[in-house]
């Protein structure tokens, strides 16, 4: 259907809403805001607007990101853009006619105060369908254990910018897992590795956020 593939492009390359600059060579072209509000207005169902419109931008703009193709500003227009087309369907999520793929809880760990890559892959995150619970920055355990405990069943991601920070998340991750051995924890930042990973008994570590998007869908059946 033509106003998907317009929509997905309208994510892909950040265009917004027919009165926005960016990018250039879509001036004066209808944004992801209005092109979802005629999806739905022509009968689309708000589901198929999601995963084949929405989705489809986002995981392109996710493979460049991780190839380098295109950078943070890129993709921030590319998340901004997928939020305009995504206002007009939240009342179908809050209705249950839409449903969400599952829940992701994430928050840079305690004593940080980063939030960029924590930002990027919240957004991204949500661009794919799931619904993302945002504990902010300098997370103590307690307030991880306290959103799983509230949301059964979610996924969990912790994120770290300084190596002095980074320890915190073997501290966290023992506790996560005291109160649940099952849980999934997922752990990233620009410190962070595999084998830091792999020590503190993490479940996923990924350099770039289409990497957690692939583990999460793996992992939620999606």
Do not use: W
């Not at 309208?10 to 209808?30: D, H, Q, T, W």
């Not at 995150?125 to 509230?150: C, P, R």
Request: glycine fraction near 10%.
């Amino acid at each position: 259907m033509e106003i998907l593939k317009q929509i997905a492009e309208c994510v892909e390359f950040g265009k917004i809403n027919e009165k926005s600059p960016y990018p250039p060579n879509m001036k004066g072209r209808l944004g992801a805001d209005e092109l979802v509000k005629q999806a739905l207005e022509e009968g689309v169902d708000a589901d198929t607007i999601l995963k084949k419109g929405l989705i489809v931008g986002m995981e392109i703009v996710g493979v460049k990101f991780r190839e380098n193709k295109v950078f943070v500003p890129q993709v921030l227009m590319s998340a901004k853009a997928m939020t305009a087309g995504m206002t007009h369907l939240r009342p179908y999520f809050n209705s249950g006619e839409v449903q969400r793929k599952g829940k992701f809880i994430l928050g840079t760990v305690e004593g940080d105060l980063h939030d960029i890559g924590k930002n990027l892959v919240g957004m991204m995150l949500e661009g794919n369908g799931y619904e993302v619970i945002d504990l902010g920055t300098d997370v103590k355990s307690g307030q991880f254990i306290e959103a799983l405990e509230a949301n059964p069943g979610s996924l969990v991601g912790l994120s770290a910018l300084l190596t002095t920070t980074m320890r915190n998340m073997e501290k966290i991750v023992a506790e996560i897992k005291k109160m649940n051995p099952e849980q999934k924890v997922f752990v990233g930042g620009a410190p962070v590795s595999q084998e830091y990973c792999d020590k503190i008994n993490a479940d996923f570590y990924s350099p770039d956020p289409q990497g957690v998007i692939e583990r999460a869908n793996m992992l939620m059946g999606a």
